[in-house]
């Protein structure tokens, strides 16, 4: 990368750092990412050290801590036999992903340069416009099928749909087709979204509730490690494209025009083909859920939908004018609905970590090796954080707002649906320009209308709506 291209990247407020030469930059970054490997290098001396923490003795121990308890053997497995359960806290079982320490970070190290550089994440504008087209042509034609306009029972499945095809084109460079009205079941599209979500389900039922897929094969176990193969198969079927394109010299050397799946090829296939399995796992139930929950709020609250569509006419002339990198610059309202969308619905009830160390945390002893949840569901709809916290109320997130409505009263620490730190979410970028794109071209091209009871919101390893998603919907002639 050139020089000028560096100081175009810059900012303002790091300007002082555009001015130092580019391998000054490389060896400052090379240097932080060497100290970083050394800390998880050396994790295992850092959890075997028995030094306590300043203020240790004062504080109080663990199982002091108020809310439900885990009770020996079983833990807090029962909780989960009953429908209903009070605050999250307490709640030790969930395990997000499998790789931990210095493999995980070797593998960050190599995808978040490609995956959280907008550039390449913006390279997709014009695909995610397709894709939302496609959403749009089909939300058409089921408003065209009764006389409420209401959409079919299935319609969240669509959703899913739109979710696969929008991270299918970045992780398979591959345009899959599962918006297609005329698929039929067991065309691949279907197959992978059906593999996505009975992978969810049954990781619930190996992961959360009481099994004994440790012990012996379960049937759940079987079904889970076919899914994963088909998933695996069909991934590689298309990286092999990519590789046979690359070796053959069809693709060039690695520049901005690459994609983001031949950028990882190009660096470690193995990474690449680990990475586009994980990314579709964690790319379609996620963005699927949030765009679900953001037009029912939307559906459910005529006001906010009324300003969301006056920002949706300003930026998009047209009903069919495409969203741009530099649309999705001057939309603030629509930021603002995707953001509040997921303080009121995170598809992650709260983020998780087990402690390397001991710490004194509020107070408590908390012994290394112990699962914290910050739980971000509970914290995002109290009213000690958020003013009016169980309303949508998108207004709240906007700079221009002031007093007790604003977001900036909150702890910035209590809001965090892409996780926090260097391990939080790395399709983060790629969610919003999905989710940016299909919600402000579904506002200018439909008015939404909930005449429904309230939805209902459930969590199993994902939190979202529970029930169809039965919106009316009026094309707009305008
Ligand atoms: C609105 C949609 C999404 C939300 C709300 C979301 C949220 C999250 C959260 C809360 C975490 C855990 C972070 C932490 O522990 O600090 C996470 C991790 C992750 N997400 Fe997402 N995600 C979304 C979409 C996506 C997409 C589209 C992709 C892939 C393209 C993706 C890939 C991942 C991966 C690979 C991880 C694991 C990161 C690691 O362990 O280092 N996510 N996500």
Same mark, same amino acid.
Request: glycine share 6%; proline share 5%; hydrophobic share 35%.
């Given at each position: ?37 050394? *800390? ?161 389900? #049954? ?24 899914? #994963?193969?088909?998933?695996? *198969? ?90 741009? *990198? ?136 994902? *939190? ?15």
């Amino acid at each position: 990368m050139n020089r000028t291209k560096i100081l175009a990247h810059f900012t303002k407020q790091n300007y002082g750092k555009a001015l130092m030469s580019t391998s000054a930059q490389t060896s400052i970054a090379e240097s932080t990412t060497e100290r970083r490997l050394e *800390h998880y290098r050396h994790l295992n001396a850092l959890q075997n050290n028995e030094t306590k923490p300043s203020g240790w003795e004062e504080a109080q121990p663990i199982d002091k801590i108020p809310g439900p308890k885990p009770y020996p053997l079983i833990g807090n497995t029962w909780r989960f036999f009953i429908p209903k359960f009070g605050d999250l806290y307490g709640l030790d079982l969930l395990e997000l992903h499998k790789v931990q320490g210095e493999e995980w970070f070797k593998f960050r190290t190599i995808v978040n340069p490609i995956l959280m550089q907008p550039r390449n994440v913006a390279q997709y504008t014009d695909k995610m416009n397709l894709v939302a087209d496609e959403l749009i042509d089909n939300i058409q034609f089921f408003s065209e099928q009764n006389d409420k306009g209401q959409m079919p029972d299935d319609f969240n499945h669509e959703l899913y749909k739109w979710s696969l095809e929008s991270v299918g084109v970045v992780t398979m460079d591959k345009h899959l087709g599962c918006l297609k009205r005329d698929n039929d079941k067991n065309s691949e599209g279907q197959r992978l979204i059906q593999s996505v979500l009975q992978m969810f389900q #049954l990781m619930y039922k190996l992961d959360v509730l009481p099994s004994m897929w440790r012990i012996v094969s379960t049937k759940n176990w079987r079904k889970y490690v076919e899914i #994963l193969d088909y998933m695996l *198969h069909t991934n590689l079927k298309y990286i092999n494209q990519q590789i046979d394109k690359i070796e053959s010299g069809e693709i060039g050397d690695q520049n901005e025009a690459t994609s983001v799946l031949q950028k990882m090829i190009k660096i470690d296939r193995n990474v690449a083909i680990a990475m586009s399995v994980d990314m579709m796992i964690a790319g379609v139930d996620t963005t699927g859920r949030v765009l679900a929950a953001a037009l029912y709020y939307l559906s459910k609250n005529p006001e906010v939908q009324e300003k969301m569509r006056s920002e949706a006419l300003t930026l998009l002339k047209t009903k069919e004018s495409p969203v741009t *990198h530099e649309v999705l610059k001057n939309a603030p309202y629509l930021k603002a609905v995707i953001k509040e969308t997921t303080r009121l619905a995170p598809i992650a009830i709260g983020n998780l970590r087990t402690t390397a160390k001991d710490l004194v945390l509020g107070g408590y002893q908390i012994p290394k090796g112990t699962d914290v949840l910050s739980s971000t569901l509970m914290l995002c709809t109290k009213e000690e954080n958020f003013y009016k916290a169980t309303e949508f109320l998108p207004d709240r997130w906007l700079s221009t707002t002031t007093g007790e409505l604003s977001h900036k009263n909150a702890n910035p620490f209590v809001f965090a649906p892409f996780g926090y730190g260097s391990r939080s979410c790395i399709g983060k970028r790629l969610a919003n320009l999905e989710l940016e794109t299909a919600v402000l071209k579904i506002i200018r091209n439909f008015e939404l209308k909930w005449p429904h009871e309230d939805m209902v919101f459930t969590t199993t390893t994902l *939190h979202g709506i529970a029930r169809p998603l039965r919106i009316q919907v009026k094309p707009l002639d305008y």
